[in-house]
């Protein structure tokens, strides 16, 4: 009930595209949901968050949608560039316990040129 | 400013040898937070920090690890009798407080051998 099941493990897109990475949970008590890009040999750096009180969050290019009844929340990333190719990562957190990140598997995203 | 800082980057050692990992946290910021991060997986939460004192160390895998932060600042995570299975890269992150944004270090991949 703790997981957050991420999707695709790896997805490939070419320059200008729309990547789009899926989460899922099962803990309604989440209320905390980050996104996290991670370089080679770099910690990951929060992107984008949303809580569930608004179904979509846009910060530039990317953009959070969150579906509460399916339990489910998605990044989209438009207009893809070569330099978005990393690993990203959801994650979830409880509202009493924020400091204890429940990350997804990684979706590995490369955009070609 | 200065970003999380983790010591050393690499660390190789034998199995049943003991290992310390330095996190030098951003300043100021009371929170401080250590993961591990498998290969092809994300971050698992191990133990978490408001200033001195361990607030959560639920994510610790055993008793062979422990983890300190004596002066509010510094935090040592510290490995006993190491196994194979504890190869992964560990990830230190900090935040202002406790429902602050986490900024993560770029790790310390161990390797035992």
């Known amino acids: 009930q703790q997981q957050v099941k991420q999707s695709p493990q790896s997805l490939i897109v070419q320059k200008g595209g729309i990547s789009i990475i899926n989460c899922a949970y099962e803990n309604t008590a989440f209320d905390y949901f980050p996104w996290y890009q991670q370089f080679p040999g770099k910690g990951p750096a929060l992107l984008i968050a949303?809580?569930?009180?608004?179904s979509e969050k846009k910060e530039g290019r990317f953009t959070i949608s969150f579906n509460k009844s399916a339990k489910q929340f998605s990044l989209h990333i438009m207009d893809s560039q070569p330099g978005d190719s990393a690993t990203y990562f959801c994650a979830a957190s409880l509202p009493y316990n924020t400091d204890k990140l429940i990350f997804g598997t990684g979706t590995r995203l490369q955009v070609f040129p | 400013g200065a970003g999380v800082s983790q010591t050393p980057s690499n660390k190789v050692t034998e199995k049943g040898k003991y290992v310390e990992l330095r996190c030098d946290p951003i300043s100021g910021h009371t929170a401080l937070y250590w993961y591990r991060q498998s290969l092809g997986q994300g971050p698992e939460f191990l133990i978490y920090f408001q200033g001195t004192g361990a607030a959560d160390d639920s994510g610790l895998p055993n008793d062979r690890f422990f983890a300190v932060r004596p002066e509010g600042s510094v935090s040592t995570l510290k490995i006993q009798r190491t196994e194979r299975g504890d190869s992964a890269v560990y990830l230190c992150?900090?935040?202002?407080?406790?429902?602050?944004?986490?900024?993560f270090g770029p790790g310390t991949r161990l390797t035992v051998l």
């Open positions: 992150a900090s935040s202002y407080d406790r429902s602050g944004e986490q900024f």
């Open positions: 949303i809580r569930p009180d608004v």
